[in-house]
């Protein structure tokens, strides 16, 4: 099995813990915070060695990314009945909206910029409590959310193309459920983009489950 194709799992898992996310928040109005750090983190991950860094390395991944990984097989496996629709869903216009961001130069510069800039405002303004100044800031802090969210508005929302979250109103509607929803489609995209970089196809999700299914069994199998 090539290495490639246990990327492009790492990849498609991110893109479904992203998506899992979004859905909890949609219905429920939470999710679990751990996930989050994860998917949010990974978007700070500006110049990593290797596809597992971007998800805390390698012996990390299944707990990192479990949420994601579950989520997948649960698609990919056809005995399985569920509420998975909506899920796959965002991650297909993940896919789609990866594509259309590859062709603007301009906005990937400007996505850059903006998040080099939230990296050093975490860092400088929200220290994680108990490490020094050196260490990195809080990435999560509801102000780098809001960061994101602007982010997410000025960029992927100029598209004509948008991904239509369904959900109950109430979470919906809440501000701060509506900046952590841009934020993780935010997330689900870059991690769409490091899909594209490691080899990843829209039809190879069609044609090639099976590869798919093994690479992340094996992942999972070495916890």
Do not use: C
């Not at 297909?92 to 405002?121: P, V």
């Amino acid at each position: 099995m090539s290495r490639n194709q246990d990327e492009q799992a790492i990849a498609i898992a991110a893109m479904f813990q992203a998506a899992s996310l979004v859905d909890q928040i949609a219905n429920k109005g939470m999710m679990a915070q751990s996930n989050f750090e994860i998917s949010i983190n990974s978007l700070f991950q500006l110049n990593p060695d290797n596809t597992e860094q971007v998800f805390g390395g390698k012996q990390q991944l299944t707990n990192s990314l479990g949420l994601g990984f579950n989520a997948l097989l649960h698609t990919l496996d056809k005995r399985k009945k569920g509420n998975s629709a909506n899920i796959t869903n965002y991650v297909l216009s993940m896919i789609m909206l990866q594509q259309k961001l590859a062709n603007n130069d301009k906005m990937l510069s400007l996505m850059a910029q903006r998040l080099e800039a939230l990296i050093i405002k975490a860092d400088k303004f929200y220290p994680i409590d108990g490490q020094d100044s050196e260490s990195k800031g809080n990435r999560t802090h509801s102000n780098i959310i809001a960061g994101l969210d602007g982010l997410y508005q000025d960029t992927i929302s100029t598209f004509s193309f948008r991904i239509k979250v369904q959900g109950d109103p109430r979470h919906l509607q809440n501000k701060e459920n509506a900046a952590k929803v841009r934020a993780l489609l935010l997330a689900g995209i870059r991690a769409a983009i490091l899909w594209r970089q490691v080899g990843g196809k829209r039809w190879h999700l069609l044609f090639f489950k099976s590869r798919l299914k093994q690479s992340v069994e094996k992942i999972l199998a070495s916890r």
